[in-house]
C-alpha cells in the first residue's frame, strides 16, 4: 500500500529530516504487536518498540512520542482521556491527553515488567513479572498485594460482576470477589497451570493457556475444558468477547470463534496470512487483530475476510533486502515482501502468490527474484515480486535460510536439511553431495567462482567446483556458529557469537577484529567501495575504512536497536532495523572530499611549487587530463593530504591558463578543481606575478603578520581539515590576524590582492 502522508498536529509531534544523521525511510508497514486497547475512536497498539496512534478510526498511525520510551508496551488500558501503558521492563507511563505526552508513575511499582493493567471502579490494579500491584490515585502511588498472590508471576487479569480473576504464569488461576482484596487459587479442572489468557463471556469466565487449551468455569471456581476445535500446541495468547461472538487468538494458528460455552471453536482467520495473532479488540463493526510482526489487520464481517490496516505504522522487522538505484527489495519478518521505488519514501506490499508472511531470504537479478521464507519453503517471481510462485521441487525442507546464485548454479541453505542446489534456475533442486556436515546452513556466498557456506555450529565451507565438493574453512575462528558470511575482492568476512573474523585470499587463516580492542558482533555486513559496514545487535552500526582494521561507530539518529540488514545504494546506505522498518544515510554523510582551495594559483615562472590541499575520509584519486606545464606529485591517497604541485614550463603568454580535473572516490561526491598559471602583462615583463608574501609569528601582540609586495585586500586563514579559523580585509601591504589554538595544527593562509592570491602552508 502507498504512504500516505498525514500530519495529525494535534496528537503527533513530527520531527524534520535533519542531516547529517540517520532518517527513517517510511516503512515497510507493520510491527510486532503486543498490545491494544480502544477509548472512543482512537486506537492504540503497543509495539514491541513503542506505542501507535490512531486517532478517529482512521488507522493512519503515528508513533506516540511526548516522553514515550522505545519499549515494549505489553499492557494498556484506557478510562476517557486517560491511558496507562505498561512495558516490558520501564514500568507503567500514563498520559491524560490521549496520547500526546506522558510520564512515568513507578513510584512503588518494584517489578517494572508490567504485563497487564486492568482498571476497575474503585481500583487500578498492574500485574507484573513479579507480583500484583494496586493503586487508589490513577498510578500515582502504587502498593504490592500480599498473601497467596504475592510474587506471582501475572500474566493476565479479568472481571465479571463482583468476581476478580488472575491468571498465572505455572499457578494457574486467582480468585478475588472482595474488589482484590484477598485473593484464592482457584484451579479445579485446570490441567495446565500457565495462563496465558484471562477473558469473559457473560458472566462466564475463560482462561487461555500457553499449552494452547481453553478452560471455562461460571463461576471461577471449577474449571471446564473447553478446546474443542482449537489446534494443539499453539498458546492461546488472547480470549475473550468482542460483539455478540467468543474470540481465541493463538501464537501460530490464528483467530477462531465460538458461540460460546461448550460449544467448538471455528478458525476465522482464513483471510489473515500471519497466523501469530497476539491480541485482539473492537472497534465498531471492526474486529482488529494485533500480529507478530504484520501489524494490525482488520475484519468487518466478524471474521471472514481481513485486510491490512497499517498506513505509516513503520514498525516490522527487515529480514533481508536488495537495494540497487532508488529502489528497494525488503522481506519482512511477519508483514511479507515490500519494494519502494523512490528510495524508501514510499512501499508496495508485494505478495500475491506467497503465503508466508516470514521472509528470511532474498536473492535474485533483474529478471528473476527469490525469496526463501520460514515454514513455506522458496519462492520466485519473474515481475518485480507483483506475483510470485513455489519453487520447492526437490526441496525437503521448508524452512530456507539463505540464497545465493553462483554463475548458472543456485544455492539454497535450509535450517535443518543442509544445502540444496539447481541448475535450471530453480525449476528442480537436488542436495549437494557430501561435503558438508552441519545441516543447518545459516549463509551463503558466491565470490570469485568460489561458494562459501556458513552454518550452525561446523563453521564455513567452501567450493570450488560449483558445489561438487566441500572444505573446511575454521583455522583461526574461535566460534564455528557462523551468523553471516560476506566478501569482496579477496577478503572474507564471518560474523559469529565470538566477533566478527577476516580472511585474507588465499589465506587459510582467519583473525578476528577489534573495536577498540572489543569483539565486532556483527549481524549482517554491507561494503561500499573499498569499506566495510556492520550491522551489530547492540552496538548500532560500525564503519571501517581500512577493511576492519579500525570502526567508527556511525549511529547519530538511528534507534538503538539491533541492525539486523544492511544494503547499499550510490547514494545512500540502508539499515533494516528491528521494530522499527528501515532507516537511510546518505553516502556524502559518511564520505567526503574537498580541496582547499577550488582553484590552485602557480606563478608564472618555472619550477614554482604551489599546494594542493585534500580534505578526505575515504580513498582518493585526481582524474583528468593533466598537461605538460604542471606536475603533480600525488594524484591517489586516503585522506588528508597535502600535494605539491610544479610548474614545469613558464607562462610566456599574456592571459592565465587552466586545467580542469576532477578529485574521485567510489564511495563520496566527484569534487571539480582548477590548476591556474598566472601570465604574463603585455610590456612590463612579469609584473602582474602574485606578490611574494612574507608570514611572520608575532607571539608577543598574538598575531600573524603577514606582509606583500603588492596590495592586499583578504586574508583567510583555515585548518589543514578545513575548519574556518578566521579572516581579515584590508588595503595595505600588511595584514594581521589573531594566532589559532596550537590544537588547530597545520593551518592553510590564502592571500588575496587584485587579481592575484597566494595559498601557503603554514605551521604555527
Request: proline content about 4%; overall charge neutral; some cysteine.
Amino acid at each position: 500500500m502507498q504512504r500516505i502522508p498525514v500530519f495529525l498536529a494535534m496528537f503527533f509531534i513530527i520531527s524534520a529530516r535533519v542531516f547529517p544523521q540517520w532518517t527513517p525511510a517510511n516503512g515497510p508497514d507493520g510491527g510486532n504487536i503486543l498490545s491494544q486497547a480502544v477509548s472512543g475512536h482512537t486506537l492504540y497498539a503497543g509495539s514491541a518498540r513503542g506505542m501507535w496512534i490512531s486517532p478517529d478510526s482512521t488507522f493512519l498511525w503515528a508513533r506516540a512520542s511526548g516522553g514515550f520510551p522505545d519499549s515494549a508496551v505489553t499492557a494498556i488500558a484506557t478510562a476517557g482521556p486517560t491511558i496507562w501503558a505498561g512495558t516490558g521492563g520501564s514500568g507503567i507511563y500514563r498520559s491524560t491527553d490521549r496520547g500526546i505526552s506522558w510520564i512515568q508513575v513507578n513510584n512503588g511499582l518494584i517489578n517494572l515488567s508490567v504485563q497487564v493493567i486492568l482498571q476497575t471502579p474503585s481500583c487500578l490494579f498492574a500485574g507484573t513479572a513479579g507480583g500484583l500491584f494496586t493503586s487508589n490515585d490513577e498510578g500515582d502511588h502504587w502498593n504490592a498485594k500480599t498473601g497467596n498472590i504475592s510474587g506471582k508471576n501475572i500474566t493476565s487479569m479479568t472481571a465479571a460482576g463482583s468476581v476478580m480473576a488472575a491468571g498465572t504464569a505455572g499457578d494457574g488461576v486467582f480468585l478475588s470477589t472482595n474488589n482484590g482484596s484477598t485473593w484464592h487459587a482457584a484451579n479445579t479442572g485446570i490441567t495446565d497451570p500457565f495462563i496465558q489468557s484471562l477473558g469473559t463471556f457473560g458472566s462466564f469466565f475463560f482462561a487461555g493457556t500457553s499449552g494452547g487449551k481453553v478452560f471455562s468455569s461460571s463461576s471461577g471456581n471449577d474449571w471446564q475444558n473447553s478446546s474443542a476445535g482449537l489446534p494443539p500446541g499453539f498458546p492461546v495468547n488472547a480470549v475473550g468477547q468482542t460483539g455478540t461472538a467468543l474470540f481465541a487468538a493463538t501464537g501460530g494458528g490464528g483467530i477462531f470463534s465460538s458461540a460460546g460455552p461448550g460449544s467448538s471453536w471455528t478458525r476465522v482467520s482464513g483471510g489473515m496470512a500471519n497466523p501469530f495473532v497476539n491480541t485482539f479488540a473492537a472497534s465498531g463493526k471492526d474486529l482488529l487483530a494485533g500480529t507478530g510482526g504484520g501489524g494490525i489487520c482488520r475484519s468487518g464481517d466478524s471474521g471472514d475476510s481481513w485486510i491490512p490496516a497499517n498506513t505509516g505504522m513503520t514498525g516490522s522487522t527487515v529480514t533481508a533486502m536488495i537495494a540497487k538505484g532508488t529502489q528497494i527489495l525488503a522481506g519482512t519478518a511477519g508483514a511479507g515482501f515490500f519494494i519502494s521505488n523512490d528510495n524508501g519514501y514510499s512501499w508496495f506490499s508485494r505478495n500475491n502468490g506467497l503465503p508466508a508472511r516470514f521472509l528470511t531470504a532474498l536473492s535474485g537479478s533483474d529478471t528473476r527474484l527469490f525469496a526463501g521464507t520460514a515454514g513455506s519453503g522458496l519462492y520466485v517471481s519473474d515481475n518485480q515480486g507483483i506475483s510470485w510462485t513455489t519453487s520447492c521441487n526437490g526441496i525437503t525442507d521448508p524452512y530456507i535460510s539463505s540464497v545465493c546464485a553462483s554463475g548458472s548454479r543456485l544455492f539454497a541453505g535450509t535450517s535443518g536439511s543442509g544445502l540444496f542446489l539447481s541448475a535450471d534456475t530453480g525449476l528442480t533442486w537436488s542436495p549437494v553431495p557430501a561435503g558438508i556436515s552441519d545441516p543447518v546452513i545459516t549463509s551463503l556466498l558466491s565470490l570469485n567462482q568460489n561458494v562459501y557456506a556458513g552454518t550452525r555450529a561446523s563453521g564455513v565451507f567452501a567450493s570450488s567446483d560449483s558445489g561438487s565438493t566441500w572444505h573446511s574453512l575454521n583455522m583461526g575462528l574461535q566460534d564455528l556458529a557462523i551468523t553471516v558470511i560476506a566478501g569482496q575482492g579477496h577478503t572474507l568476512f564471518a560474523a559469529t557469537p565470538a566477533g566478527l573474523f577476516r580472511l585474507l585470499l588465499p589465506g587459510i587463516s582467519w583473525t578476528q577484529l577489534l573495536d577498540a580492542g572489543n569483539p565486532v558482533h556483527a549481524i549482517t555486513i554491507a561494503f561500499i567501495g573499498t569499506a566495510v559496514v556492520a550491522g551489530t545487535r547492540q552496538q548500532g552500526v560500525l564503519l571501517s575504512r581500512d577493511n576492519g582494521d579500525t570502526w567508527q561507530a556511525v549511529n547519530t539518529g538511528i534507534p538503538a536497536s539491533p541492525i539486523r540488514f544492511l544494503a547499499t545504494t550510490g547514494a545512500n546506505l540502508f539499515a533494516g532495523v528491528e521494530d522499527h522498518g528501515v532507516w537511510l544515510r546518505p553516502m556524502s554523510d559518511l564520505f567526503s572530499n574537498q580541496v582547499l582551495p577550488d582553484t590552485v594559483v602557480l606563478k608564472q615562472s618555472l619550477g614554482y611549487t604551489g599546494y594542493l590541499q585534500i580534505r578526505s575520509n575515504v580513498d582518493w584519486s585526481v582524474q583528468g587530463n593533466i598537461p605538460d606545464w604542471f606536475s603533480m606529485e600525488r594524484t591517489s591517497g586516503t585522506g588528508n593530504d597535502s600535494i605539491p604541485v610544479h610548474v614545469l614550463k613558464a607562462n610566456l603568454g599574456y592571459l592565465a591558463r587552466n586545467s580542469s580535473l576532477f578529485l574521485f572516490s567510489s564511495v563520496a561526491a566527484t569534487v571539480p578543481f582548477t590548476v591556474e598559471q598566472s601570465g604574463k602583462f603585455a610590456g612590463t615583463g612579469d609584473a602582474d606575478e602574485m606578490a611574494d608574501i612574507r608570514v611572520t609569528t608575532r607571539r608577543d601582540m598574538g598575531i600573524l603578520e603577514i606582509t606583500a609586495t603588492k596590495e592586499i585586500e583578504h586574508v583567510t586563514l583555515v585548518s589543514l581539515s578545513g575548519v574556518f579559523l578566521g579572516d581579515v580585509t584590508v588595503n595595505a601591504m600588511t595584514a594581521r590576524i589573531a594566532i589559532p589554538p596550537a590544537s588547530a595544527g597545520i593551518l592553510i593562509l590564502k592571500v588575496t590582492g587584485n587579481g592575484w592570491t597566494v595559498t601557503r602552508k603554514y605551521e604555527p
